[in-house]
């Protein structure tokens, strides 16, 4: 990848990081900046396959989080953030980026059910959701904590997890 990448990816994930930290919100300007700069970079750095680069990145990371958000259990914020992400990433790099997130998320949000003394609920929730959407249902209507803007459910600031798995990823790389 790219100094001028590392960089952007760098910047964006340590701003959108800490604003989620501090305010559970990631703002649109931000998310806006990352993808407008990961699209431009890509397309200066390599024409018209930086450009193929930056949509399938973008396209990915909107494939993967835009039903987690229509489901209601991912804010529109974290979905905007890892689109920018992956049209700074390309998709190959992105599918590291969510996979890394993906088990911190687990990780962590294992952690905090334990430590609140909700596993045992945690995992009944798991089941509605999964009979819900099996069934076509949305789980939300079954049960309004299970919508992630409900202030019963249990949420991690999701971003900042994310920005913690592209920092360390780029510490990697910059070895």
């Known amino acids: 990848m790219p100094l001028i990448l590392k960089v952007t990816l760098f ?11 501090r305010t559970r919100k990631i703002p649109n300007w931000l998310n806006l900046s990352g993808l407008i700069l990961g699209v431009g970079f890509n397309i200066s750095l ?29 804010g529109a914020g974290d979905v905007k953030f890892m689109v920018a992400i992956g ?3 390309g ?12 088990v911190l998320g687990g990780i962590a949000s294992l952690c905090l059910v334990a430590v609140r ?3 045992y609920v945690t995992f009944s929730n798991l089941s509605t959701i999964t009979t819900e959407l099996l069934h076509g249902r949305m789980p939300y209507h079954k049960d309004p904590s299970l919508d992630v803007s409900n202030e019963r459910a249990v949420g991690l600031p999701h971003g900042s997890l994310i920005a913690i798995s592209v920092l360390t990823w780029l510490a990697f790389l910059c070895r």
């Open 117 to 119: 003394g909700r596993l």
């Open 87 to 89: 049209a700074i990433s």
């Open 46 to 74: 390599s024409a018209s396959q930086g450009l193929k680069t930056a949509l399938l990145g973008l396209g990915l990371a909107a494939l993967i989080y835009l039903p987690l958000y229509l489901i209601r259990a991912m």
């Open 91 to 102: 998709p190959e790099n992105w599918l590291t980026l969510f996979l890394m997130s993906a």
């Open 11 to 21: 910047a964006l994930a340590l701003a959108g990081g800490w604003s989620d930290l």
